[in-house]
C-alpha cells in the first residue's frame, strides 16, 4: 500500500512540475505565432496552443485541489455567475439559455472563480457534442442547491457513463464525431467535479433526458446558501 501511494503521489508531481514548466515555452510559442505571415497556419497554431493551455490550467488546478488548497470564499449571486458564464456561449450554435426563464437570485458563500471555472466546463462540454443540435443547451435550477445542463447532442451510452468523469476520458465514440473538434483531453468534467466536491456537493450525470441528449446536475452543499452581503 505504501508503494503503491508513493507511485501515486509521484505521477501527481511530476504532473504538477512538467505544467509549470510548460508555462515558458507556450507563451514562447504563442509570441511566435503572432509573427507568423500566413493567417490561416497562424490561426491553427495559436487554437493549438490555447488547447494546450486549457490543458496545462486543468492540470495545475486539479493539483491543487487534490492538495486541499482552501478555497478562497467570498458571497455572491450563484445565478449571476452561471448567467456570466453562459453570455459566453449566447452568440455560438447551438446557443444556450434558461430554461423557464432565468431565475431570482441565490446568494450562497463560495468560492466565486472556482464556481465559474465548473459552470464553464459544463456549458463548454454541452456546447461542444451538441453543435449541430437544433435546440439550445438548457440550464435550470434543480432541486435543494443544484444546477442542472442539458443538451441535445448525441447523449452518453450506458458503457461510457461510468467513466464520464475519469480524466482524460473523452467519452462516447458519437459524442466525439458530433464534437466542433477532436474531443478535447476529457479534463473538464473531472475537473468540474472536484470543485463541486471541494464546495461539500458532487457533479452527476442525470439519466438520459426524453429526446435524448445528455444532462449533468451540480449539487453544492445547501449550508452555503447565505444572505446578500
Given at each position: 500500500?505504501?508503494?503503491?501511494?508513493?507511485?501515486?503521489?509521484?505521477?501527481?508531481?511530476?504532473?504538477?512540475?512538467?505544467?509549470h514548466?510548460?508555462?515558458?515555452?507556450?507563451?514562447?510559442?504563442?509570441?511566435?505565432?503572432?509573427?507568423?505571415p500566413?493567417?490561416?497556419?497562424?490561426?491553427?497554431?495559436?487554437?493549438?496552443?490555447?488547447?494546450l493551455?486549457?490543458?496545462?490550467?486543468?492540470?495545475?488546478?486539479?493539483?491543487?485541489?487534490?492538495?486541499?488548497?482552501?478555497?478562497?470564499?467570498?458571497?455572491f449571486?450563484?445565478?449571476?455567475?452561471?448567467?456570466?458564464?453562459m453570455?459566453?456561449y449566447?452568440?455560438?450554435p447551438?446557443?444556450?439559455r434558461?430554461?423557464?426563464?432565468?431565475?431570482?437570485?441565490?446568494?450562497?458563500?463560495?468560492?466565486?472563480?472556482?464556481?465559474?471555472?465548473?459552470i464553464?466546463?459544463?456549458?463548454?462540454?454541452?456546447?461542444?457534442f451538441a453543435?449541430?443540435?437544433?435546440?439550445?443547451?438548457e440550464v435550470?435550477?434543480?432541486?435543494?442547491?443544484?444546477?442542472?445542463?442539458?443538451?441535445?447532442?448525441?447523449g452518453?451510452?450506458?458503457e461510457v457513463?461510468?467513466?464520464?468523469?475519469?480524466?482524460?476520458?473523452?467519452?462516447?465514440p458519437a459524442?466525439?464525431?458530433?464534437?466542433?473538434?477532436?474531443?478535447?483531453?476529457g479534463?473538464?468534467?473531472?475537473?468540474a467535479?472536484?470543485?463541486?466536491?471541494?464546495?461539500?456537493?458532487?457533479?452527476?450525470?442525470?439519466?438520459?433526458?426524453?429526446?435524448?441528449?445528455?444532462?449533468?446536475?451540480?449539487?453544492?452543499?445547501?449550508?452555503?446558501?447565505?444572505?446578500?452581503?
Open positions: 500500500a505504501e508503494k503503491i501511494q508513493g507511485m501515486v503521489m509521484g505521477r501527481e508531481q511530476l504532473l504538477r512540475d512538467v505544467s514548466e510548460l508555462r515558458s515555452p507556450l507563451a514562447r510559442v504563442k509570441v511566435a505565432a503572432a509573427m507568423l500566413d493567417s490561416r497556419l497562424r490561426e491553427s497554431v495559436e487554437g493549438d496552443v490555447r488547447e493551455e486549457n490543458l496545462v490550467g486543468h492540470l495545475l488546478e486539479r493539483s491543487r485541489l487534490e492538495a486541499d488548497a482552501p478555497l478562497q470564499e467570498s458571497t449571486d450563484w445565478i449571476e455567475v452561471v448567467e456570466e458564464v453570455s459566453r449566447s452568440g455560438h447551438p446557443g444556450v434558461w430554461e423557464g426563464g432565468k431565475p431570482p437570485s441565490i446568494w450562497i458563500r463560495a468560492d466565486r472563480d472556482r464556481i465559474r471555472t465548473l464553464k466546463n459544463l456549458l463548454e462540454n454541452a456546447s461542444k453543435a449541430g443540435a437544433l435546440h439550445p443547451v435550470r435550477v434543480g432541486p435543494e442547491l443544484s444546477l442542472e445542463i442539458r443538451d441535445h447532442g448525441p452518453v451510452g450506458s457513463a461510468p467513466l464520464i468523469f475519469d480524466p482524460f476520458q473523452r467519452g462516447d459524442r466525439v464525431r458530433n464534437a466542433q473538434d477532436s474531443g478535447g483531453f479534463l473538464g468534467l473531472d475537473l467535479r472536484r470543485i463541486a466536491r471541494a464546495h461539500g456537493g458532487d457533479l452527476i450525470l442525470l439519466p438520459t433526458p426524453e429526446g435524448g441528449g445528455a444532462a449533468f446536475r451540480v449539487i453544492l452543499d445547501s449550508r452555503r446558501v447565505s444572505t446578500k452581503s
